[in-house]
């Protein structure tokens, strides 16, 4: 897993084809309970948490089996992301902050060429400085839930086991 991200990924190879890696991850998560921690739809699952665990920073994982160049082999992507309501605000806040960046740097640079005092450059330094508050929240939030991220990896490695996707 990459340190800086805003979505922490990390890769798996399956020694199986796609299809019989799906098979078989979905035949075990098919038996999983509760069903609302587990939501299995074809090559997409999800892992959540239960609700006496939640915070509001917590995660729910996301994975995925994609085709591969090697034969009888595939790969599982596995993504944190925070609640999808939580995940629709702050990229909200990060379309927001950027677009208030791009037109003031725009507006700025008009009014410093035609030899105007550039207070469009005084609206993008705040800008900037809230997007970069926002990107630093977001780590501080992952810190705050990396339990919760070793949770919710050690249901995928045991479902992958009981799968016999991976071995020991």
């Known amino acids: 897993m ?10 798996l190879r399956i020694d199986f084809s796609k299809a019989e890696a799906i098979r078989r ?7 999983k309970k509760p069903e609302s921690l587990y939501v299995v739809h074809g090559e997409y699952s999800e892992f ?12 729910h994982l996301s994975v995925y089996f994609i085709d591969i160049d090697a034969p009888d082999a ?10 999808p309501n939580l995940w629709t605000l702050i990229w909200i ?11 003031a740097v725009l507006f700025g640079g008009s009014q410093w060429m035609l030899g105007h005092f550039p ?19 977001s780590q501080i939030g992952q810190s ?11 249901r995928l490695d045991q479902a ?9």
């Open 48 to 59: 959540h948490l239960e609700d006496h665990l939640h915070r509001l920073w917590s995660p």
């Open 25 to 31: 991850f979905g035949e075990v998560m098919k038996d």
């Open 144 to 154: 705050l839930c990396h339990d919760q991220m070793d949770l919710l990896r050690n």
């Open 119 to 137: 207070w469009g450059w005084v609206v993008a330094v705040p800008s900037a400085i809230l997007y970069a508050m926002l990107f630093l929240a």
């Open 2 to 11: 990459s340190g800086l991200s805003i979505r922490p990924t990390f890769e």
């Open 93 to 103: 806040f990060y379309l927001a902050l950027f677009c208030c960046i791009f037109f």
């Open 74 to 83: 595939c790969k599982l992507i596995g993504r944190y992301a925070p609640r």
């Open 160 to 168: 992958l086991l009981e799968a016999g996707l991976i071995g020991q």
